[in-house]
């Protein structure tokens, strides 16, 4: 998965389905009112669902930013 398709993914299944294009591998996590222990959820899933990794969820909230998750998850994929 591309970064661009990574992006497009976290926006559409997790964050804001309805204001596509508007994450940036530099967006902070906290900038996000959709972020939320919900979110954090839909995440999980997404990573067991689309991309066929279990993430840790104390992991997920250590991160930061978009790049954070971008990079955890890469993580995982290449283990």
Request: charged letters at 25%.
């Amino acid at each position: 998965m591309t970064k661009i398709e990574f992006l497009k993914q976290l926006e559409e299944q997790v964050i804001m389905p309805d204001d596509e294009g508007s994450l940036s591998t530099e967006t902070t996590l906290d900038q996000l009112d959709e972020w939320d222990s919900l979110a954090k959820v839909a995440f999980l899933a997404f990573s067991v669902r689309e991309l066929a990794i279990n993430l840790n969820p104390a992991q997920v909230d250590n991160c930061v930013t978009v790049q954070d998750l971008m990079n955890l998850v890469a993580e995982k994929i290449e283990a």
